[in-house]
């Protein structure tokens, strides 16, 4: 049986160093047959030299810069393989990525694409969450409502890539969402290795994002989609709900910012689009919780404190009376509990415990993987 060519495309900018260990573990696959691309977008720091390194073994390509989504696409088109996988340069590939997932497509030729479960990592690659169980199958309801496939996961083939197009050169921070709603709306079925087989890197203490970019992008994705109308009946019922969820994503991602007047806007559409938003208390004040403990949060006490301040009144009622201080003794809430009653605020100068707890943690509602 012949193996498989796979095609890894690596976009990169002024990342030089993160970019070498992305290589390096692109080349540490177990699996045997691997094409690895570098495209290069107009890079001003020491990436041409450090790809010196590589010659031999890494194809790098220079274009001139025209942003993340033209340099997966000028990439994608000078790969050869029948599978195709792209790796952002700050993430990593765990050596048996490759294999079990060419597998697990090989297995079952019905799909046209698989992810995997993954790692959050820090600056050091050391894992700080690990992120898992992920949906598979036929996952167009859930994609619609979440994104929770890290881009770097899935091994695709490269006949579903045409057959959709590759990335969207006018989106940026939003484009693998927009790719991956294609790809399932189009019918792919979707796999799933339910291991961990890679590290989607964060910056601890860091939520800094551009969030009015992502809310325009994810705004003008669901736009296109609900207004296909070719799209199914029961997909179009969603789209209340889809946008509940996006928005109240969005307000959290605002108030992690500070800015109070957009997060209080996104939550109210949010209530407006869902009268049954986190209707259950308890629910709500857990989200804000896990929000508070996110790794890339650094004072938990501070957001809290900041975002119960600016809530709308009606969040505000709901979520107040279950999160209180900490005090001595009691346990605080950690990621992959999801039903503790009541939910405690770690206490100013404790350690987050997301950065110490590896519990697998699935996606929750307010927990698109959107860079």
Same mark, same amino acid.
């Given at each position: 049986?012949?193996? =498989?060519?796979? *095609? ?12 070498? +260990?992305? @290589?390096? *573990? ?6 045997? &047959? ?9 890079? *001003? ?20 810069? +025209? ?11 000078? *790969? ?26 090989? +297995? ?9 479960? #993954?790692?959050?990592? $820090?600056?050091? $690659? ?11 199958? $036929?996952?167009?309801? =859930?994609?619609?409502?979440?994104? !929770? ?72 994705? %669901? ?10 009946? $029961? ?12 928005? !109240?994503?969005?307000?959290?991602? #605002? ?6 007047? /957009? ?11 869902? =009268?049954?938003?986190? &209707? ?10 896990? /929000? ?37 003794? @009691? ?26 707890? %590896? +519990? ?12």
């Amino acid at each position: 049986m012949t193996t =498989a060519l796979v *095609s890894v495309v690596i976009p990169t900018y002024n990342r030089s160093r993160l970019l070498r +260990a992305a @290589v390096e *573990s692109a080349l540490a696959q177990t699996y045997p &047959a691997v094409e690895i691309i570098v495209v290069d977008d107009g890079s *001003s720091d020491d990436t041409p030299e450090v790809m010196e390194a590589y010659q031999g073994r890494v194809r790098y390509i220079r274009q001139g810069n +025209a942003g993340v989504s033209a340099a997966r696409n000028h990439g994608l088109a000078h *790969s050869t393989g029948t599978l195709i996988n792209f790796l952002d340069d700050d993430d990593l590939f765990y050596p048996q990525k490759i294999a079990r997932q060419a597998a697990l497509l090989a +297995a079952q030729p019905e799909l046209g694409w698989a992810h995997c479960r #993954y790692d959050l990592i $820090d600056a050091d $690659d050391r894992p700080r969450r690990r992120i898992g169980p992920l949906p598979e199958g $036929d996952v167009r309801a =859930a994609l619609l409502q979440r994104q !929770f496939i890290w881009v770097s996961a899935p091994l695709i083939r490269r006949a579903c890539l045409e057959q959709t197009g590759g990335f969207d050169e006018q989106l940026s921070t939003a484009a693998d969402y927009d790719l991956w709603l294609r790809l399932a709306l189009a019918g792919y079925r979707l796999g799933c290795v339910q291991q961990r087989l890679g590290g989607y890197r964060v910056q601890l203490g860091s939520m800094v994002m551009n969030i009015g970019l992502i809310e325009r992008e994810v705004s003008l994705i %669901l736009e296109r989609v609900f207004a296909d109308p070719g799209l199914p009946e $029961d997909l179009k019922a969603l789209r209340p709900q889809a946008e509940a969820n996006w928005r !109240f994503w969005l307000g959290l991602r #605002y108030y992690a910012t500070g800015h109070w007047e /957009e997060a209080q806007r996104n939550l109210l559409r949010a209530a407006e689009m869902d =009268a049954k938003l986190f &209707a259950d208390t308890r629910e709500l004040r857990q989200v804000l919780i896990r /929000e508070a403990l996110d790794v890339r949060v650094q004072d938990a006490q501070q957001y809290l404190q900041d975002t119960l301040a600016h809530l709308p009144a009606a969040f505000a009622r709901r979520a107040e009376p279950g999160v209180r201080r900490a005090e001595p003794g @009691v346990r605080r809430a950690e990621p992959g509990v999801r039903r503790a009653e009541p939910v405690e605020a770690p206490s100013p100068g404790s350690p987050s415990t997301s950065s110490e707890c %590896l +519990a697998d943690d699935a996606p929750r509602r307010a927990d698109p993987v959107v860079r």
